[in-house]
Nanobody
C-alpha cells in the first residue's frame, strides 16, 4: 500500500533551519510529482512546495519562497524540504504527498519558537 513517512521536525528558534525528509513506498516514486503541505493549528492544510517527477521543476508558495527548498532522490524514494530562516508562523505539521493517492502520512511537527 502507498505510504508516506515524514521525519525531521522539531523545535527550532526563529532564524534557524531544519531539513525534513519523506520516505515514500508502495508506488513507482520516480513517476510522480511530489508536494509538501503544512497545516497550522486552526487552519486548513496548504501546499507550500511542488517538485516534478524528475526533480527539474519546482514551485513554492509565496510564504516560503526564497527560504525553503524542495528536492528529491528518486533512487531512495525520498523527498526533502530544506527550511531556512524559519519564522514562528512556519509552525505547523508538515506532510508530503503525491496527488494521485488518497492516503496521507502522520506528518512531522515543526515548532518555531524562542
Amino acid at each position: 500500500q502507498v505510504q508516506f513517512v515524514e521525519s525531521g521536525g522539531g523545535l527550532v528558534q526563529p532564524g534557524g533551519s531544519l531539513r525534513l525528509s519523506c520516505a515514500a513506498s508502495g508506488f513507482t516514486f520516480s513517476n510522480y510529482a511530489m508536494r509538501w503541505y503544512r497545516q497550522a493549528p486552526g487552519k486548513e492544510r496548504e501546499v507550500i512546495a511542488h517538485i516534478g517527477s524528475a526533480g527539474g521543476s519546482t514551485n513554492y508558495a509565496d510564504s516560503v519562497k526564497g527560504r525553503f527548498t524542495i528536492s528529491r532522490d528518486n533512487a531512495k524514494s525520498t523527498v526533502y524540504l530544506q527550511m531556512n530562516s524559519l519564522k514562528p508562523e512556519d509552525t505547523a505539521v508538515y506532510y508530503c504527498h503525491a496527488a494521485a493517492f488518497r492516503s496521507w502520512g502522520q506528518g512531522t511537527q515543526v515548532t518555531v519558537s524562542s
